[in-house]
């Protein structure tokens, strides 16, 4: 990294198109080694390096300015050649998008890496952006920042899944500990609690993740529906019906595959979960209930008959008919009910 201080030496050329030059030239060299030390070390070790590479106070300015000259608010960070570096880099952000991007992720991993305090804000600035990369970059600076004040930021990002689990481990770094029950919701979500051995108990869980069901965060909910399906509750059935239903118009089903899976698991969850489902009316679910009418356990097609009976299915009635001959009497009941719901009579 020798190039570096002859670099920085030169950002205090008087000839203002050298300096610029200078700073540019720094910009390329941050985004070659600052992302891919983050991915490659563990993050004490990369933060050390980082630090010691670009921790003199010219490179911070020069840092603050990368990161700010991409959303397009920065504002002079020592003097006038600072000044004109931020001007030519807040003009190279409308050419360039990309490689202003890179910079400015670059930048935020620096500054978290140096824990430089002032880039506080620019950083939950970045956190308003679209780009998941800078937004993981500002909640990775901000968690080794370790101020106080970008909590409610933190708390706020555990929401947005593409970079929850940062944001739950940011807050860790800070000491933040959950109060509230959605807090915790949040936090378990973006942690992925259920899954872990020392899980809290299902119960608890689950009540608290039903209670977040009707959060405005669409790709939110479908995180908490996928978490209640692996942990199978019988709490989750009608909250996991609800939302089925509410989400009935949206390309991807919110609930429906959820209810399905608690059906083919063909436990004492899954004549509630096709109760539910038969219920919804949701024509996602027939063919795939046709096809556990065939499975070889008998809860599952005893469960698969009795959704399709309540939605009312006239084309399971070819399926249904194998199954009043079926060596299961429950599984024969419920078939000759089914039959009787979609209308069926015999001749």
């Not at 200078?22 to 070390?41: M, T, Y």
């Not at 008919?321 to 015999?346: F, H, I, K, T």
């Amino acid at each position: 990294m020798t190039a570096v201080q002859p670099l920085v030496a030169t950002l205090h050329h008087e000839d203002r198109e050298t300096a610029v030059s200078a700073a540019g030239a720094l910009r390329e060299i941050v985004i070659l080694n600052v992302k891919p030390l983050i991915e490659s070390k563990d993050s004490p070790t990369a933060a050390r390096e980082i630090a010691e590479r670009f921790g003199t106070p010219e490179m911070v300015n020069l840092l603050l300015v990368m990161l700010q000259s991409y959303t397009g608010r920065s504002q002079v960070l020592g003097g006038q050649i600072a000044d004109a570096v931020s001007l030519a880099w807040i003009g190279d952000a409308y050419q360039n998008p990309d490689r202003a991007l890179r910079g400015a992720v670059s930048a935020a991993y620096a500054l978290g890496a140096i824990r430089e305090k002032r880039a506080v804000r620019p950083l939950l600035e970045a956190l308003e952006d679209r780009d998941t990369d800078l937004r993981r970059a500002a909640l990775w600076a901000l968690g080794r920042i370790g101020d106080s004040s970008a909590a409610e930021a933190l708390v706020a990002a555990l929401k947005e899944m593409e970079v929850s689990t940062m944001a739950a481990w940011a807050l860790e770094r800070m000491g933040w500990q959950p109060v509230q029950d959605q807090e915790w919701g949040w936090y378990w979500l973006a942690k992925r609690a259920w899954r872990e051995a020392d899980a809290p108990d299902a119960d608890p869980m689950t009540a608290v993740f039903c209670n977040l069901l009707r959060d405005e965060n669409w790709e939110a909910r479908q995180e908490i529906v996928r978490a209640l399906r692996e942990m199978a509750t019988a709490r989750a059935v009608e909250p996991l019906s609800r939302v089925a239903l509410e989400d009935e118009s949206k390309d991807v089903p919110a609930a429906v595959e959820p209810l399905l899976t608690l059906i083919r698991n063909g436990d004492a969850l899954a004549l509630d979960a096709a109760s539910a489902l038969g219920n919804l009316g949701d024509a996602r679910a027939v063919e795939a209930l046709l096809a556990l009418l065939e499975s070889e356990n008998s809860i599952v097609r005893e469960s698969a008959a009795l959704a399709l009976g309540r939605r009312g299915e006239v084309r399971a009635v070819e399926r249904l008919l194998p199954l009043l001959q079926d060596e299961n009497v429950q599984v024969r009941r419920r078939a000759a009910q089914s039959l009787e719901q979609v209308g069926w009579q015999a001749e």
